[in-house]
């Protein structure tokens, strides 16, 4: 057993990045009845977990070690692939994820950390749903003949200009789709290169990073998935207290008070939400997050101190 444990160690990390849920339960058994000898090392991330920490903070975010998990993840995923996919519902925590993750490793460049996979990371966030094709990576005047770039070659000319070590990650926030994700392909691969339709190809520089906030992979090609990282990012993994406890915390009221709404959130959501959706059809599918969130926003009334 000895020799599989690197082996071991590596797969399971990896897979515990595209597995979730009970199914992450039950690939762990399978492993351990493989391995029953084997000993899986904890690696320990030292300063980044507890800037991350002290950033979750910082943001009246909640401590939860689902979401602590993640970020992680998403930094040994980013290590190792030049575009990665968080994949998950809305209300799971993606872009928490990845901005967090940003805010840290900046955070420690700034503070003089020597690690070089810590540099300040600039994002550069866009919709690739809301606009044209043409507009998203270039077209040609059909009567002029002139060229006009698009949002993301434009991002992607900006970042290559660069010329220092600070990382810029271009976060694609929409569904993903056969009509605008197959020209990423040859950046996606070991080319590292976007061929725009005037022929011009720009090559890419290992300190860009592709990141592709997602619900879900159904109509993304096996080329494209296959050339991406994975991290799933489910709403098990935050749940819907730390939201309503982050509000709470917010709120202008006595102690006492705040206590007695959390508690009353504790027992009796939980419920309420398994009620409604055993007995209540939806119209539009919502996420218990949403529904939290909709709860703790309900125009409260003002305490007077009587």
């Known amino acids: ?83 990665v996919m968080t994949v998950g519902p809305t209300g799971g925590g993606k872009s928490t994820v990845f901005r967090t993750l940003a805010e840290s490793m900046t955070t420690l460049r700034n503070a003089g950390e020597e690690d070089d996979r810590f540099q300040i990371v600039h994002l550069h966030v866009l919709n690739p749903k809301c606009i044209t094709m043409g507009e998203l990576y270039g077209e040609i005047n059909m009567m002029t003949q002139e060229w006009t770039d698009g949002l993301a070659s434009s991002i992607m000319r900006t970042a290559i200009k660069d010329e220092s070590e600070e990382k810029h990650w271009v976060v694609f926030d929409g569904p993903v789709d056969a009509l605008w994700i197959e020209n990423m392909n040859t950046v996606l691969d070991d080319n590292m290169t976007l061929c725009l339709a005037n022929g011009e190809r720009i090559k890419l520089k290992p300190t860009l990073r592709m990141l592709f906030e997602v619900a879900d992979l159904s109509v993304a090609s096996p080329a494209t998935v296959s050339r991406c990282g994975m991290v799933y990012v489910t709403p098990d993994d935050l749940g819907t207290l730390p939201y309503v406890k982050s509000f709470i915390a917010k709120l202008t009221w006595p102690d006492e008070l705040k206590e007695h709404l959390l508690q009353h959130f504790e027992k009796n959501f939980a419920e309420v939400v398994k009620e409604q959706r055993k007995l209540c059809k939806e119209p539009v599918v919502t996420q218990d997050i949403a529904l939290g969130t909709l709860a703790a926003r309900l125009r409260l009334p003002r305490h007077t101190g009587d």
Request: hydrophobic share 35%; aromatic share 10%; charged share 20%.
């Open 1 to 83: 057993p000895i020799p599989c444990v690197p082996w071991q160690s590596q797969t399971s990390g990896q897979y515990q990045r595209r597995v979730h849920g009970d199914d992450l339960v039950l690939f762990n058994a399978i492993v351990k009845d493989l391995f029953p000898d084997a000993e899986i090392p904890d690696t320990d991330y030292g300063i980044l977990k507890s800037t991350i920490e002290d950033v979750l903070q910082g943001n009246n975010f909640q401590l939860v070690d689902g979401i602590i998990t993640k970020t992680i993840q998403l930094f040994d995923t980013f290590n190792v692939r030049f575009g």
